[in-house]
């Protein structure tokens, strides 16, 4: 049954004023693609609310990346079980995808839903299911072929930046990544459909959509013809764009000429770029399956600064790879000090059951795992701090998004600074605000207004 009809049938489910609670976990994939679930069951009539909350149907929408994410996915479906026990509830998405045994062996979920089979979120709720003998739809992720993302009017994240899904699925096989496992070969949303969703969210008011993907720079490879990413955002700008256009991750070696020329030339690109290291060792890059060295990450990140000077510059970093030496953990650091980055977002090796990596001798222990993890996290505290204070006094406009401290709101630039922004008649969450910013806090910028200062 393709997707149209499966929709089709689940438009004929009753399910008015039936509660739903949903948790997600992990990228903002995920993020999205909870949107597309959320919209489709209030579409049906569903109610949403908190998921500390009794409800009649609990979905986790979860993450395998590491060991805690998975952790993280039975313990809200345990939380679920308690607060209803006789409530639906749906293990759905990636964890579910590589241990479906474990959860049904557990007795944690009534539905136990795969990578794929989580968009017919609905047709498999109406197939009965138990905790003792749950409904259970994981097929082979290596039969995965098709892009799904139902179009989506409104992110239900509870924030003002919205979410394009424009890929899926990846094909690099890092040897300690459990992705391509959970969610298949790279597939791409065709140009035509990227762009119907992004006027979708611009119509719905939206100042802000981030393009994100399992595998971003890969957009495009798999269409026929072949398109690829420059294009697209040249054909995004030439329309009607939204106020900023994010980038969610891209891999070092997909930042080729013609992109970083591409994106230099747009107005609507945020200066905020996150290129994933995850070592700042050749050896230790070779083990993990990563195709660049050292020296070819360390020359894109001075050409991203030489570009755009006010750029947040993001990394990701494994820390603690089976057999990592001292040395070898040296360099990662060293490397990581001299360069001009912004952030860093440093994750403790954790084996996941199937990839190659997880069978690896040289397993560091748990203290010199929590040494080296503390250590690089305090460089990106101080990378943090030194780039905040390059924008002290000086002008910034700021997306306002939440309500925060008493008398402030929560907002963010371009190049992702949080702003504490100044409670005022005008302001309101997806309201744009100028203002320079004239105190810090350990994590923010304050912001005063034009008009308040000497």
């Known amino acids: 049954m393709d997707l149209v009809s499966s929709w089709r049938i689940i438009r004929e489910i009753d399910l008015k004023g039936k509660t739903v609670a949903l948790e997600t976990l992990g990228c903002k994939v995920n993020q999205y693609e909870s949107s597309c679930l959320l919209e489709g069951l209030k579409e049906r009539g569903c109610l949403q609310v908190p998921f500390r909350q009794p409800a009649d149907i609990y979905i986790v929408h979860s993450c395998a990346v590491t060991a805690r994410a998975a952790f993280q996915t039975r313990q809200l479906l345990r939380r679920a079980r308690r607060l209803n026990p006789g409530a639906l509830v749906v293990a759905a998405g990636c964890d579910a995808q590589i241990e479906p045994d474990r959860l049904a062996g557990e007795q944690l979920a009534t539905h136990i839903l795969g990578s794929d089979e989580k968009f017919d979120l609905l047709r498999w709720i109406e197939t009965p299911g138990s905790f003792s003998n749950p409904c259970r739809a994981v097929f082979d992720s290596r039969s995965l072929d098709r892009f799904n993302a139902q179009p989506v009017s409104r992110m239900h ?73 420059s294009r697209l955002l040249k054909t995004i700008e030439e329309g009607s764009p939204p106020h900023r256009l994010r ?19 747009l107005q609507s690109v945020c200066p905020h770029f ?21 020296l ?25 790879y089976p057999g990592e030496t001292e040395k070898q953990f040296s360099n990662t650091f ?28 040289g397993r560091i222990g748990p203290q010199e795992m929590k040494r080296r993890t503390g250590i690089l996290r305090e460089l990106s505290a101080k990378k943090r701090r030194l780039f905040r204070n390059r924008f002290l006094n000086r002008p910034l406009e700021v997306l306002v998004e939440s309500e925060a401290a008493p008398g402030f709101w929560h907002g963010t630039t371009a190049n992702y600074l949080q702003v504490l922004v100044p409670a005022s008649p005008i302001v309101a969450s997806g309201v ?6 004239t105190r810090l806090t350990e994590n923010a910028l304050i912001g005063e207004y034009p008009s308040n200062l000497p």
């Open 157 to 229: 994240t509870g924030r003002t930046r919205a979410f394009l899904k424009i890929q899926d699925g990846c094909n690099a096989f890092c040897s300690y990544c459990i992705v391509p496992y959970t969610r298949g070969r790279s597939r791409s949303l065709p140009m035509t459909d990227v762009i119907s969703q992004m006027n979708r969210f611009v119509d719905a008011g939206y100042r802000e959509v981030v393009l994100t993907g399992i595998h971003l720079g890969q957009w495009g490879r798999d269409l026929h013809p072949s398109e690829d990413l």
């Open 274 to 294: 996150h290129v994933p290291l995850q070592s700042g060792d050749d050896e230790v890059l070779g083990r993990m399956n990563r195709p660049y060295t050292s």
């Open 247 to 265: 980038l969610s991750s891209l891999e070092p070696l997909e930042w080729h000429g013609e992109l970083l020329e591409t994106v230099s030339s």
């Open 334 to 361: 060293r490397l990581l000090d001299g360069l001009p980055l912004t952030y860093l977002h440093i994750f403790p090796f954790s084996p996941r059951p199937g990839t190659p990596a997880a069978e690896l001798p």
């Open 432 to 437: 744009l605000v100028n203002l320079r910013a």
């Open 296 to 320: 070819q990450y360390a020359e894109l990140i001075h050409e991203l600064r030489r570009r755009f000077p006010d750029a947040a510059l993001g990394a990701d970093v494994l820390a603690g």
